[in-house]
């Protein structure tokens, strides 16, 4: 069942037009959206997270129109799957009276291949790397300043001593008072970086509060799952159980645009020390073009360089000067091989 039919479906039965058998659909599709859930679970669904999911997602393919407000009528609840099931996909359809406890959620996406710059309304600014998604309360600045991302910003926090900035990826949380810093969070990334330019934050392991670090400025934190790491020359590792906690300091006087970190702010493709498959995923994302590699690399084949106005294919012309590969162009992939 698509997204627009489970909302055509909760639309008649709020409006107390849905069939028995419509509401029977809608408790079916809740069953199966909660035995695909992991074992152990919550039961209740998270009805924020999945707004985030489903929302966002429609705005990404265009397809989200918020519909004129439908008359509602009292609902006689057939118990809490049922009501949860509909809770959801009323925030699906943009339906805000009945969630009068859950404050409005605003976001902003970027695709593959495009950067952009916002605003908030507590005045902090934020920028978007690309293939990027940021959650936020519209009121954010007279409520709790808790955003979540996917993907990479660089943030500029307007200082708030009452309200405390929190900022949640899938791996980690990062609290703030007033500062610049760079999140990296991509979901397909084997590690997860935190780099602070001026300020000061906080930095814990999601779920594990007393896995956390404070920051000095110039200092970036990575965490990585357990295996082969590079080892660390300026800095320390930390075991936090499953994953390692790498702390380098970049430079004591690091400024935007002028470390590696940061310098996609300034519109530069910048790496370092990358495998094929990390750089095959990074070239993805900055030229909006699907990279396969059709072969298996040596492990030893790892990657440095710079590229600013280089198209995609004057980039990996470059790199075929320090590696032995070659590629074929099919409409909007690249496929890589020996």
């Given at each position: 069942?698509?997204?627009?039919?489970?909302?055509?479906?909760?639309?008649?039965?709020?409006?107390?037009?849905?069939?028995?058998?419509?509401?029977?659909?809608?408790?079916?599709?809740?069953?199966?959206?909660?035995?695909?859930?992991?074992?152990?679970?919550?039961?209740?669904?998270?009805?924020?997270?999945?707004?985030?999911?489903?929302?966002?997602?429609?705005?990404?393919?265009?397809?989200?129109?918020?519909?004129?407000?439908?008359?509602?009528?009292?609902?006689?609840?057939?118990?809490w799957r049922i009501a949860a099931a509909i809770l959801f996909l009323v925030a699906g359809a943009g339906i805000w009276t009945l969630?009068?406890?859950?404050?409005?959620?605003?976001?902003?996406?970027?695709?593959?291949?495009?950067?952009?710059?916002?605003?908030?309304?507590?005045?902090?600014?934020?920028?978007?790397?690309?293939?990027?998604?940021?959650?936020?309360?519209?009121?954010?600045?007279?409520?709790?300043?808790?955003v979540y991302l996917k993907g990479e910003a660089f943030f500029e926090v307007k200082p708030k001593e009452?309200?405390?900035?929190?900022?949640?990826?899938?791996?980690?949380?990062?609290?703030?008072?007033?500062?610049?810093?760079?999140?990296?969070?991509?979901?397909?990334?084997?590690?997860?970086?935190?780099?602070?330019?001026?300020?000061?934050?906080?930095?814990?392991?999601?779920?594990?509060?007393?896995?956390?670090?404070?920051?000095?400025?110039?200092?970036?934190?990575?965490?990585?799952?357990?295996?082969?790491?590079?080892?660390?020359?300026?800095?320390?590792?930390?075991?936090?159980?499953?994953?390692?906690?790498?702390?380098?300091?970049?430079?004591?006087?690091?400024?935007?645009?002028?470390?590696?970190?940061?310098?996609?702010?300034?519109?530069?493709?910048?790496?370092?020390?990358?495998?094929?498959?990390?750089?095959?995923?990074?070239?993805?994302?900055?030229?909006?073009?699907?990279?396969?590699?059709?072969?298996?690399?040596?492990?030893?084949?790892?990657?440095?360089?710079?590229?600013?106005?280089?198209?995609?294919?004057?980039?990996?012309?470059?790199?075929?000067?320090?590696?032995?590969?070659?590629?074929?162009?099919?409409?909007?992939?690249?496929?890589?091989?020996?």
């Open positions: 069942m698509s997204d627009q039919q489970l909302i055509g479906l909760l639309e008649k039965y709020l409006q107390g037009r849905g069939t028995e058998e419509e509401r029977n659909a809608l408790e079916a599709w809740y069953e199966t959206y909660q035995s695909a859930k992991a074992p152990g679970s919550d039961p209740q669904p998270d009805l924020l997270q999945m707004y985030h999911d489903i929302t966002g997602r429609l705005k990404q393919e265009g397809e989200w129109v918020e519909p004129p407000r439908a008359k509602i009528h009292p609902l006689k609840q057939r118990g969630l009068p406890r859950v404050n409005r959620q605003l976001s902003a996406d970027t695709k593959d291949g495009i950067r952009k710059k916002i605003q908030l309304e507590d005045g902090t600014q934020v920028w978007l790397n690309v293939s990027s998604h940021l959650t936020y309360p519209a009121n954010i600045g007279n409520s709790s300043r808790e009452t309200h405390p900035f929190t900022i949640h990826t899938s791996g980690v949380d990062v609290q703030v008072l007033g500062t610049r810093f760079n999140v990296k969070a991509y979901q397909t990334d084997e590690s997860m970086e935190t780099t602070l330019v001026d300020g000061r934050v906080a930095v814990s392991l999601s779920g594990h509060p007393d896995k956390k670090l404070v920051l000095a400025p110039g200092e970036k934190l990575t965490i990585r799952k357990k295996g082969k790491t590079t080892p660390v020359t300026n800095g320390r590792i930390l075991d936090w159980g499953s994953v390692l906690a790498i702390v380098e300091t970049i430079t004591p006087n690091v400024t935007s645009k002028k470390v590696s970190e940061l310098v996609w702010m300034d519109d530069r493709l910048e790496f370092k020390d990358k495998s094929f498959p990390e750089l095959a995923i990074l070239m993805s994302r900055w030229y909006n073009r699907k990279i396969i590699l059709t072969d298996t690399f040596p492990a030893d084949y790892r990657f440095k360089g710079t590229f600013k106005k280089e198209s995609v294919t004057e980039a990996l012309k470059a790199l075929q000067v320090t590696a032995d590969f070659n590629f074929t162009i099919k409409g909007d992939t690249i496929f890589i091989h020996h």
